[in-house]
């Protein structure tokens, strides 16, 4: 198979239903995490250029940049946690009574936490930039700015399992660090995720009433 990121929609989808072994949650969590980044460039590319919001026209400008640069990380890591896959899987594979397998499975297990924790801190990212496009973006867009923090905060969730299923079986200090650094990254940006979309409800609710 090549890179998954060159499949269309219905191809990687197709992909993903089938009994190949990747791409599995940590694809599907970083692609989640790039559509929440584009809906964040989209409200910002919607916007730029009406007079209405010539006075933030910059700050808008910056983080649509910054929503598109993003967009294409969590994008690549789509397929970089697709090729530390395999190496996982041959770890397992080694008998349990073979010397070197414990330490071969704790490097690939931490090989394979980096992808889905280079994510989580990418959908961390993508919260700060949807709170501020939010304020700052086009009324009219307001919904796609909630459905961008409901995405990231959903994206970081699944994020996160992919890196504690990999340190589960760890007790080194480094898989410890990364599971502190995964609760640190959730107990954060998911109230702010959560707190962003819960006011674009409100105000879709009470703009209707």
Do not use: H, W
Request: proline share 4%; aromatic share 4%.
């Amino acid at each position: 198979m090549g890179k998954l990121t060159e499949l269309d929609l219905n191809g990687f989808a197709d992909v993903l239903a089938s009994k190949a072994p990747v791409p599995g949650g940590g694809g599907a969590a970083a692609y989640a995490g790039a559509l929440a980044a584009s809906l964040c460039a989209m409200v910002g590319n919607l916007t730029i250029g009406r007079k209405k919001y010539a006075a933030v026209e910059e700050d808008v400008r910056r983080l649509t940049e910054q929503a598109e640069a993003l967009e294409k990380k969590l994008v690549s890591l789509v397929d970089a946690d697709a090729e530390a896959f395999e190496p996982l899987q041959k770890a397992y594979a080694i008998p349990k009574d073979d010397p070197g397998r414990a330490e071969t499975l704790e490097k690939v297990s931490l090989f394979a936490c980096s992808a889905p924790m280079e994510m989580m801190r990418c959908c961390a990212e993508a919260v700060v930039l949807l709170e501020e496009m939010y304020e700052k973006g086009s009324v009219m867009l307001v919904s796609d700015a909630g459905c961008g923090a409901l995405l990231a905060a959903a994206a970081m969730r699944c994020a996160s399992m992919n890196v504690f299923i990999n340190t589960k079986p760890l007790s080194s200090e480094e898989a410890l660090a990364l599971e502190k650094e995964a609760d640190a990254l959730m107990d954060e940006y998911l109230p702010r995720a959560e707190k962003t979309a819960a006011a674009v409800m409100g105000r879709i609710r009470k703009e209707r009433a």
